[in-house]
């Protein structure tokens, strides 16, 4: 028998409320070593983040990389923390904080807008125990991952039911699977884009850099190849430039292993390579600037670019709090939230906590 846990104490009085709860990747507490290694072994001993045996790979993690890596990451996060802290995680709240505001300016105050991180803090479990003490009995979640994969999006549903299995009395869930192909989230990209070249000029390339993940997943039947390329044709099409000029690549690989391609570094130096003057680049698989954008893009990337060649390279932010982003993100939710919106309007109570709750989500950073 699974070992629950206890329940709130129901009141008869009380409404029942629907919430929303946003999942990214995470992010280490500290840029330091000692704050990197238990994120990075919560991390990597995902099995759905490295599909290898047990028997092989743990000897590897545990022997070598928790050993090694977490001194050289955290680096890397200390040239991109800032006076707030991670900027996943700063950018993720104000997501949060945006979207609750957008809601209740449509006349869905009721809803309990919340956030959470796969790995790290806070976590899934913490915030799902949150809003259920707060009365949510209906919950949509949303990974901020624009592409479906098996390593982002399919382990945060295995943790929410992970998280769950732990409730005696569990909640209606909803979740969305993916939005790559979403209008307002392909329009928040273009606008983006454009906004960028009114001010600095057009390139001759725009490069979309997605995640890298295993060749292999590809094989096995993982959508994730497929919708990053419908991104970007979306993209170049919304634009309307031509296809070419608009390169899908692929980044953070690890391991020897093969992963999808082309890979991004490498597609960079060949451009310059061949006399491409300027180049930028963007990452439409992260909704929120991290160490994946703002030091392996816009740093490593950079010099590689200028070293083999280049003149100039541009960064162009993740959409972060763009206007259009965040009203994208309400439309979707409430596409999905569907006919909870008419269910149980809340009560002037719970509105009010409700208003209250968007005020103060960032307070816990």
């Avoid at 330091?32 to 047990?54: G, W």
């Avoid at 919340?114 to 915030?127: E, H, K, L, Q, W």
């Avoid at 990053?228 to 634009?239: F, I, M, P, S």
């Avoid at 929120?288 to 490593?300: M, R, S």
Wanted: charged share 25%; net charge positive; with cysteine.
């Amino acid at each position: 028998m699974p070992r629950y846990r206890p329940e709130p104490i129901y009141r008869h009085d009380s409404t029942p409320r629907t919430g929303v709860l946003l999942v990214n990747l995470g992010t280490p507490a500290a840029p330091t070593a000692a704050a990197l290694r238990p994120y990075l072994k919560q991390f990597l001993s995902d099995p759905r983040v490295v599909e290898i045996p047990r028997l092989v790979w743990w000897p590897i993690l545990n022997g070598i990389i928790l050993n090694t890596r977490p001194k050289a990451s955290a680096k890397k996060y200390a040239s991109i923390w800032t006076d707030e802290g991670s900027p996943l995680l700063v950018h993720t709240v104000r997501q949060a904080k945006l979207l609750a505001g957008y809601l209740a300016k449509d006349g869905h105050d009721g809803l309990d807008v919340d956030y959470a991180m796969r790995y790290g803090a806070p976590s899934i479990g913490d915030t799902l125990d949150a809003m259920r003490a707060r009365g949510c009995t209906r919950i949509l979640v949303v990974p901020m991952y624009p592409q479906y994969s098996a390593s982002t999006t399919a382990t945060v549903v295995d943790e929410v039911g992970r998280s769950l299995a732990r409730w005696r009395n569990q909640p209606e869930m909803r979740f969305v699977r993916n939005f790559h192909d979403d209008p307002g989230y392909i329009d928040a990209l273009v606008k983006s884009v454009r906004e960028h070249w009114a001010v600095n000029g057009e390139p001759e390339h725009l490069l979309l850099s997605f995640h890298g993940v295993p060749r292999r997943s590809l094989d096995l039947g993982d959508p994730y190849h497929c919708e990053c390329h419908k991104t970007g044709r979306l993209v170049a099409e919304g634009l309307g430039v031509a296809r070419e000029r608009v390169l899908v690549t692929f980044q953070s690989r690890f391991g020897k292993a093969e992963w999808l391609k082309p890979y991004t570094q490498p597609t960079l130096e060949q451009l310059a390579a061949q006399g491409v003057r300027r180049v930028d680049v963007m990452c439409p698989g992260f909704v929120a600037d991290c160490l994946e954008t703002l030091e392996e893009i816009a740093l490593e990337c950079k010099e590689a670019f200028l070293e083999k060649g280049g003149q100039t390279f541009h960064y162009i932010p993740c959409l972060n709090e763009r206007d259009a982003w965040i009203k994208a993100l309400a439309a979707l939710v409430r596409g999905h939230l569907g006919n909870w919106l008419e269910i149980a309007p809340p009560d002037a109570a719970a509105r009010k906590a409700a208003l209250e709750r968007a005020r103060t989500l960032g307070a816990g950073q």
